[in-house]
């Protein structure tokens, strides 16, 4: 018998097993709703300017009142993360480009203000010269609204979000599509079947780039992307990678159907909750266990290569 | 614009943060071949910074050898890690069959392995480029005229960012008060011209401060001593403005992988991605506003 001299050494030596980082300070259900709401009031005014636009009225209303109320309920939950939520206008006494929270923080101070402008002028009829100008403005802070929590997320050391840099924009402006087009066929559910079709086909197109961008990311990802695959985040991810393709099905009937219009609605908005939850939860199991840490690391995968 | 803002050496991080004039930049050596484990250092810092122990936790015994603190938080700005290790046995002639209860009996066979204990005194690093600071949307995180990174807790709102973007896992959130804590590097103590509590406490010398340029030079003599004397396992950590955090203004000499003290092996300041960062938002955010487009394109109906 030949002895070993020692014991083969393990594939990831650590500190008893510990995190090397810290465990994400954000919880749920705040910071995924968080999420969902800035990506619906985003694409939401976006939709409402394009319905104006097009003198589309149902859609147009639908769209400001989503934007303004989902952009109100995203800044109470962004308050309700804070450790000091009454110091929350401390966010506003710089502006730095470095920090993505600082940039979010004006750019959702701006869009809301827009969008209720928006909004309160579409419900009471007054100044709607300046409404329709807020809603205007509003379709272009919207889009910065939905896709910069992605740069929110990734500019951590947290593996699962960082190593995700080049797909959680792309994700979250999906989703935020397919939940705009959600609230549209909501709001629009019990009108004629015309006035739903722009809002069914952003629906589709918003739930194609979700699932495409969420497929990606799985695969991109090497060892992290695991943490997408397991526990309460792989539960979220497959959801939605069925939710998004069954609720572009029914968008697709929704123009000659009132029963597809609302199950899209739903489907879609669950596909998009799902997903921010999911992106969520592997956050934090990217840290629970260092080896995504030491791998990424170690094996020069963090940064990925350009 | 000076160049090296977000990644890259930084030869003067105070005067980048905007100091007309300001001294020399300090930091922490902490030569962890000389640490003894005694903890005076934690002791210390609690005691100078006042720090709270608001969970009743400090009597907590973890099993992780002599290490009862953990890790560090936002109530423990210094931590000594306890390493254990069996050391392989020297090399002695093996016979056939080894019964290790006679081996080990028998002095004659060799010594069959030994513990090695490894101590550290870990610290914040208050990077070159401090992710913490970068991502921080109120200011309250700020550079010294030390060139040092402190938390100012009356601008603090707990965002919480910080604890995410650090990538050494050191500033954390306390539950009880809701802003984010680390260490300061006694900025007070620094202001009144004396050391940090922790390198005034330490009786080895392990950790050692002044300006980061010397000590430096101090660590890289030490380092070719104890290779020169055959330890060639150890290694400077975060000394070098060449990695991905432009060098730490607190640095180790180690023994061993940095995983094994619970360190990152090469941790990268996150927002280094920056620029590309921002431009794929707003790529994404174009393709957003080209969606609903395309959605409300041709005719109505």
Known sequence: MTEQPQVPEADFRSYYGRPILKLPRWKEPHLPAYLYLGGLS????????????????????????????AGAGGTVFLISELGRPERFLNMLRVAKPTSPMSMG???????????????????????PGLGAAAGVASAVTGPILATYTGVLLADTAVPAWHEAQRELPFLFAGSAMASAGAAGLAAT?????????????????????ELAAALHL?????LTGETYQQGGAGQMMRAARWLAPAG?????????????????AGLLTAGAVATRFGVFRAGPASVADPKYVIASQRDGAAPRPR | MTSNRLSGPLPDVSGDAGYVTHPERVGFFTDTSVCIGCKACEVACKEWNGLPDPDGDALTLTGMSYDNTSALGSNAWR??????????????AAPEETDLIAAVADDSAGDLGATRWLMSSDVCKHCTHAACLDVCPTGALVRTEFGTVIVQPDV???????????????IDRREDDGRAWKCTMCYDRLRGGLEPACAKACPTDSIQFGPLD??????????????????????????DPDDGIGGAGAFFLLLDEPQVYGLPPDPVVTTQDMPAMWRRAGVAAAMLAAGVAVAFAGRRG
């Not at chain 1, 015309?194 to 780039?209: F, S, Y």
């Not at chain 2, 931590?79 to 069996?86: G, R």
């Not at chain 2, 603090?156 to 050191?170: D, H, I």
């Open chain 2, 214 to 239: 010397e000590l430096r030079a101090i660590a890289q003599t030490r380092l070719d001593d104890l290779h020169e004397a055959g330890t060639t396992e150890a290694r400077l950590y975060g000394a």
């Open chain 1, 218 to 222: 799985e695969r991109a990802l090497g």
């Open chain 2, 79 to 92: 931590h000594v890690a306890f390493i254990e290790q069996a050391v392989p046995a020297k090399q002695v």
């Open chain 1, 42 to 69: 985003g694409a939401s005014a976006v939709m409402g300017a394009a319905a104006a636009a097009t003198g589309r009225r149902s859609l147009a209303r639908a769209g400001r009142l989503t934007g303004a109320a």
């Open chain 1, 105 to 127: 923080a004006w750019v959702l101070a701006a869009h809301s203000s827009l969008a209720s402008a928006a909004a309160a002028s579409e419900v009471t009829g007054v100044l």
């Open chain 2, 156 to 170: 603090c709102n707990g965002c919480a960012y910080c604890v995410s973007a650090c990538p050494f896992g050191v």
């Open chain 1, 248 to 264: 572009a099905l029914a968008a697709l009937a929704a123009p000659r159907s009132r029963v597809a219009a609302v199950a899209a």
């Open chain 1, 189 to 209: 559910a019990l009108g004629p079947g015309r006035d739903r079709a722009p809002a069914a086909r952003l629906a589709v197109i918003g739930a194609a780039v």
